[in-house]
């Protein structure tokens, strides 16, 4: 028979929560609604009367002493344990199931025993409350929650107690893993079976994957260790899962290295070959030749010159033609657009495409029939343009050349006559920018090789070799093709993915720039470049309209550039995408195609910064080019400047000095240099 107590007043032994948990008490007084009460834990405590859990009772002489209020409560509480033990709150939710909604805990208990006292009654209301996947508690009735919210309930609450357990272990571990490495001791061993779970939360930290359950666990369990940046790529240094000198960058760009990523779209690719197929041609005769560094597999551009009316020219340029079949807003496509560019790095190349796409089926091998863009222009004997005009076709490349090939080629008596013409048309295009106001700054990265692995590699850093009259002729070539076809788009209002640079340079900016001062001074009068759709000055390549789409095996906004000719080429000068259409994915392509340029920028010189760290002792010939508080300081060899503090330099300070410099303090992880010493050359 129920002992509970309608109304508790003094010496009634009530439950209230306290820290998510029923906490026994005995009422000493009541007043107004409130109660003050005498815990198991033997503390006063004043509560309203809306705490008190709905099971109060039995009451006990109010005039007990302090002594025998304790040893009640105890024996109350023990027995409600041991009560709570015996109940099985899922087999009283299945009794429950389709009888009710909600009701009190009376009834509740009532399906377990027949005449429950206040102590079965609270110790099923304790059970009950416990079980939140399956009760909700509405004060005074419990809610019965239906079958499919209890089983997203219990999924949810394994999920909680999932993240709880990987949050403990990965505390624990990390900073284990921290504490190592300070004090130099061998790494700790992962909890058994947590191996993976720890490697993937460090993996998402170092990528700052926003909205990642891994970030958010990190976040958590990051508390207490330095904050630092790298510190996840250091812990998992420590603990043996990444290797030295990895590109946390890769990570936080969201650019996946190498072709792996590929192996998805096989079947796609397999679509895209046998289309290709169908569509071949016989190839054109003309015999193009390829001029590209000796390392290049992913080869999109070939020429042929030939002697033209007048002492003219006729140049040809034929770009690769992945575009041909390319099926956009598909999963492969959706892929390589977040790639957004190829990146060549000093430990290897990462291509935009999947490799058997861009270099096994679009490529210019030679000998091998290839679908082309043609643009077949004609020029004065000045270089000027006359005429140009796209068309889609197939080519068989006759020569893969080098420009080691090419320039000594143009030293022989008998060089074949497309490289003369094309060398002195390269001369001649490349003084036509200039007298439109173009600037060369001729600074030559240098050779970077990487010797060893791990933490064994060696950086060395080398003067690449100068083939300056066929990479010019190149050069020249490639821009007066994005040129040309950026002219020909904007005479047809075809909107592209224009290059703009709409600055007004000084006059006497034009020409070519070698020196370390010359060249710094005349890039601090450059803005940089802007991607938009409508075609305005490019200042510096001394271009109307420019639409780069030389590259579209390497860039993304090349291909699609190439695609809006393709297409309007096929249909009376409709593109592929009108205006409305391309400012709506601007902004993606934008941000992705930086995101590739951050990774092609900042790498090189995370292995410049190695170099220099591993030679501490030496010194490196720089030039000054700009003075101030901290002189700027250009590395010719290196392609690099540092700051260096004015009283190491000495009084007179003038651009164009040569000093010699020792670097110390080195940190290629937080782009760290400091000279400490300087001699002057």
């Known amino acids: 028979m129920s002992t509970l107590v309608r109304y508790p007043g003094p010496g009634c032994i009530v439950e209230f929560l306290h820290g998510n948990k029923p906490n026994v008490a005995w009422v000493l007084e009541e007043q107004s609604g409130r109660l003050r009460v005498l815990t198991i834990n033997r503390r006063e405590m004043k509560l309203p009367a ?110 909680r107690r999932q993240r709880e357990h990987i949050v403990t272990a990965a505390q624990q571990f990390f900073h284990a893993l921290w504490e190592a490495r300070s004090k130099g001791r ?67 760009e969201g650019y996946d290295w190498g072709d792996d990523w590929a192996r998805e779209f096989d079947a796609e690719m397999d679509e895209l070959e046998k289309g290709l197929a169908a569509l071949a041609q016989e190839p054109e005769e003309t015999p193009f030749i390829s001029i590209d560094s000796a390392s290049t597999h992913d080869i999109d551009d070939a020429f042929h010159v030939q002697s033209g009316p ?106 074949d006559p497309c490289l003369t013409l094309a060398a002195e048309l390269g001369a001649k295009l490349r003084q036509r920018r200039i007298d439109n106001g173009a600037v060369v700054v001729d600074r030559p990265d240098p050779t970077i090789t990487l010797e060893g692995e791990g933490a064994e590699t060696r950086v060395l850093i080398e003067d690449s070799p100068r083939y300056d009259r066929a990479q010019a002729t190149v050069s020249e070539f490639m821009i007066l093709a994005n040129s040309s076809i950026g002219q020909w788009a904007a005479d047809r209002g075809i909107p592209m993915l224009f290059r ?25 009068m450059m803005a940089p470049t802007t991607q ?25 906004a090349d291909l699609m550039n190439l695609t809006q000719v393709l297409h309007a080429l096929e249909h009376d000068d409709t593109p592929r995408w009108d205006r409305e259409e391309l400012l709506l994915m601007l902004p993606h392509i934008t941000a992705r195609t930086e995101a590739a340029g ?18 501490k002792k030496e010194m490196f010939s720089t030039t000054v080019v700009e003075d101030g508080q901290l002189v700027i300081l250009a590395m010719p060899k290196e392609q690099m400047y540092v700051r260096c503090p004015r009283n190491l330099l000495g009084d007179k300070i003038y651009p164009g000095q040569r000093f010699a410099v020792r670097l110390n303090k080195v940190n290629p992880l937080t782009n760290e240099i400091r000279v400490v010493e300087a001699l002057e050359e």
Request: contains cysteine; proline residues 9%.
């Open 532 to 556: 938009e759709l409508t075609p305005r000055l490019h200042a510096t390549i001394g271009a109307k309209a420019y639409a780069p789409l030389t590259s579209p095996i390497r860039r993304y």
């Open 310 to 415: 007048d002492n003219g020219y006729r140049l040809q340029v034929a770009l690769a033609c992945p575009a041909l079949g390319w099926e956009f807003g598909s999963p492969l496509d959706r892929a390589v657009r977040e790639r957004a560019s190829s990146v060549y790095l000093p430990e290897g190349a990462s291509h935009m495409m999947p490799e058997r796409y861009g270099i096994g089926l679009f490529s210019l091998y030679q000998q091998q029939p290839k679908p082309a863009l043609v643009l077949d222009c004609n020029l004065d004997e000045n270089g000027n343009m006359l005429s140009m005009e796209p068309r889609c076709t197939w080519v068989r490349i006759e020569q893969n050349s080098t420009y080691q090939a090419m320039e000594e080629a143009l030293d022989t008596p008998d060089c």
């Open 50 to 159: 809306g705490r008190i859990l709905p099971w109060p009772g039995p009451a006990h002489p109010a005039e007990a002493s302090r002594e025998e209020i304790a040893h009640i409560l105890e024996d109350h509480e023990s027995r409600r344990e041991e009560l709570a033990s015996q109940v099985d709150p899922e087999e009283i939710w299945e009794l429950a199931q389709g009888d009710v909604d909600r009701a009190s805990i009376t009834w509740f208990t009532g399906l377990t025993w027949n005449e429950p006292d206040a102590d079965h009654i609270a110790a099923m209301g304790r059970r009950m409350l416990e079980q939140k996947t399956h009760f909700k508690f509405h004060p005074p009735e419990f809610e019965v929650y239906p079958a499919q919210k209890v089983e997203s309930r219990r999924v949810e609450e394994e999920t």
């Open 500 to 524: 703009t640079q709409d600055i007004t340079l000084p006059g006497d900016a034009a020409g070519v720039w070698d020196t370390p001062e010359d060249a710094h001074r005349i890039v601090r």
């Open 598 to 615: 951050r990774i092609q920028r900042f790498r090189p010189r995370y292995w410049k910064l190695v170099h220099f760290k591993q030679r």
């Open 186 to 252: 061998s790494a700790p061993e992962p909890p058994e079976g947590m191996a993976e779970t720890l490697h993937a939360i460090l993996i998402a930290a170092m990528a700052d994957t926003s909205g990642s359950p891994e970030l958010t666990i990190w976040n958590t369990v990051r508390k207490g260790l330095p904050d630092l940046p790298q510190l996840p790529m250091f812990l998992g240094q420590t603990w043996g899962v990444i290797p030295e000198h990895f590109n946390m960058q890769l990570l936080q």
